[in-house]
């Protein structure tokens, strides 16, 4: 069990990076600690940072070994946003973040609101403009046509899991870079250094991804989607176990916020209901899309992991309608938080959409730019995609040897006879081009594959 970490420890830390207002990397602060915190080691401290960063006490700048930290103090003593890596924001987003830049102090605790849930009517109500839904679909939308839900998901799923693996885990703290978190997920290759908890975040949100791309023709705005979304989001990560896929059953604290949700179970029950229901009821998938990341962290429906679980789920109704995936690439961690905390203690959307947008707009610069050099698919493989995956499984699971004969005998028992000579090659032509990096596309593990590889040789 983790020792608790002293209120005096903290301040000590945050004493030490107020002395320096251009901000200091961790190598330094470690050396200026040295006589007033002798026992505190790297990791240590790194943790006692992410503890100060989720208490909204200190902000991060840069990445890798150019992070440094700044505390809240220095950064918004004149609410100057121009020194903090930051979006362009709307004039009313302006007024939300001017308020949360408050010192803690000064804003006024409040509790949830149920009312901000109950007003807010499908089809009636609206977070996003018409004019603002209608640029996103215009932005977003890609040359798919009438494919199946998640088809151009699929497409490029190894690029989107390694995005959105790495930006929704940076937003959490996590300091794995995008070359870390590729080798860990291409290859299963831990970056050295980390904490162990950084690599179960990327991990899971690796496992995550896959269910909702892969099952896009299945996943619903339920309680059964959702409760299993955060079983694999929160999986080892949690300290009860027994919290894990379940609404939390005990009040929780939003560090950094003056905001305190909701208490009661059975009341917390009927409102994540009534929020499914309501999200499932909106007919435009970027309104669902931000509904969701709005009212699922305010409700705090379980003990931790929901704004990971919010991301996730708001990507949901772009994947299912073949959209341009939503990938958090590049967000900065400050507008982020800045936008959350309007809507815990505002109940004001407009910073949050700022970023939406922002965030959107730069996804779909990317996706949208590597699908312009992707060849089109072919429809045969999208025809027999199920039955290509099945082939591939019961070859490595069964660590068989690929030849002519056993991928026709298989064949035979998967696909009509009209189609078989085709999808023979095709199931030839994948297991042949088979190696660490595209494993995940057939649903195998790593240790299946390296397993099935140790038998060829």
């Known amino acids: 069990m983790s020792r608790i970490v002293s209120s005096k420890e903290l301040e000590l830390i945050e004493q030490a990076i107020s002395e320096y207002p251009e901000g200091i990397g961790v190598s330094a602060l470690e050396k200026s ?100 839904r209608s640029q996103l679909h215009e932005i977003g939308g890609v040359q798919i046509g009438n494919r199946p839900a998640g088809t151009y998901a699929r497409e490029i799923l190894n690029r989107l899991l390694i995005d959105l693996s790495w930006s929704s885990s940076r937003l959490e703290g996590n300091t794995y870079s995008r070359l870390d978190t590729e080798k860990l997920i291409a290859f299963g290759q831990a970056a050295e250094g980390k904490d162990l908890q950084e690599t179960q975040m990327i991990l899971n949100h690796k496992a995550a991804i896959e269910m909702i791309v892969e099952e896009a023709d299945q996943v619903r705005f339920n309680m059964f989607t959702f409760l299993n979304l955060h079983a694999i989001l929160s999986e080892n990560l949690l300290p009860d176990e027994d919290a894990s896929g379940r609404l939390r ?14 208490v009661m179970p ?31 962290p305010y409700l705090q429906p379980f003990e931790d992991v929901n704004k990971r679980v919010s991301r996730l789920g708001a990507n949901i109704p772009l994947i299912s309608n073949n959209l ?8 900065p961690e400050q507008a982020y938080i800045d936008g959350t905390l309007g809507v815990y203690e505002f109940n004001q959307t407009d910073l949050l959409c700022d970023v939406f947008i922002w965030a959107y707009e730069r ?43 056993a991928v026709k005998q298989l064949a035979g028992n998967l696909v009509p006879k009209a189609d078989r000579e085709a999808f023979n090659k095709i199931l030839m032509d994948a297991l042949r081009n088979l190696h660490e990096g595209n494993v995940a596309r057939y649903r195998l593990k790593l240790s299946e594959f390296q397993k099935w590889k140790q038998t060829r040789k």
């Open 33 to 132: 600690l040295a006589n007033f915190l002798p026992h505190i080691n790297r990791r240590t401290l790194q943790r006692r940072l992410k503890k100060l960063q989720n208490d909204n006490r200190i902000i991060p700048e840069g990445e890798s070994i150019a992070r440094i930290y700044k505390t809240v103090s220095n950064v918004t003593e004149n609410c100057n946003f121009e020194s903090v890596d930051y979006i362009p924001v709307s004039k009313e987003g302006e007024i939300i973040r001017d308020l949360v830049c408050q010192p803690l102090t000064k804003r006024k605790p409040v509790g949830y609101q149920r009312s901000f849930l109950d007003e807010y009517q499908p089809g009636v109500t609206f977070y996003l403009s018409n004019s603002l």
């Open 249 to 262: 059953r005990r009040p929780v604290d939003i560090f950094g916020s003056s905001f305190h949700p909701l």
């Open 266 to 296: 059975q009341t917390l029950e009927e409102c994540f209901r009534l929020l499914l229901e309501k999200t499932a009821a909106i007919q435009d998938p970027f309104e669902q899309s931000f509904f969701l990341m709005v009212q699922l």
């Open 324 to 331: 341009c995936p939503l990938s958090f690439i590049d967000v």
């Open 363 to 405: 996804s779909c610069q990317r996706y949208l730019a590597i699908t312009q050099t992707m060849a089109n698919p072919d429809p045969l493989r999208i025809k027999y995609r199920e039955q290509l995956i099945t082939g591939i499984q019961t070859i490595v699971r069964g660590c068989k040897t690929v030849s002519e004969n």
